[in-house]
């Protein structure tokens, strides 16, 4: 069965980086479209970047810029390289997979039937 796991996580003061990766199994890598999302404590879960089969990569506008999305299919691990990180930053982050995200949906929940459990991401001094 398809399996998600992200690590990478933790404490890291504002203006640092992080960088987040998630291991697929039970899938093929080259053939799905993946994608990070994250929710903060009382707030929607929301989409960060996508990246899809064809090497499209989506950003949400509060990490333009700042964050970059990739993927190892060799390596079936997908990551999210996060710099300049902000407290607003702060929350449990997500990878998400499917196979032929619609492209509107590409940064939207519905769009994806895969998760993995999180990796919580705290940023502060």
């Known amino acids: 069965q398809v399996q998600l796991v992200e690590s990478g996580g933790g404490l890291v003061q504002p203006g640092g980086s992080l960088r987040l990766s998630c291991a697929g199994s039970?899938?093929?890598?080259?053939?799905?479209?993946m994608a990070w999302f994250r929710q903060a404590p009382g707030k929607e879960r929301e989409g960060v970047a996508s990246?899809?089969?064809?090497?499209?990569?989506t950003y949400a506008d509060s990490v333009k810029g700042r964050g970059t999305i990739s993927k190892d299919n060799a390596k079936n691990t997908l990551y999210l390289q996060m710099d300049s990180l902000k407290p607003e930053d702060t929350a449990v982050y997500y990878c998400?997979?499917?196979?032929?995200?619609?492209?509107?949906?590409?940064?939207?929940?519905?769009?994806?039937?895969?998760w993995g459990q999180g990796t919580q991401v705290t940023v502060s001094s």
């Open positions: 998400a997979a499917e196979s032929g995200v619609w492209f509107s949906r590409r940064l939207q929940r519905n769009g994806y039937t895969y």
């Open positions: 990246i899809n089969t064809g090497g499209v990569l």
């Open positions: 039970g899938f093929t890598f080259s053939r799905i479209d």
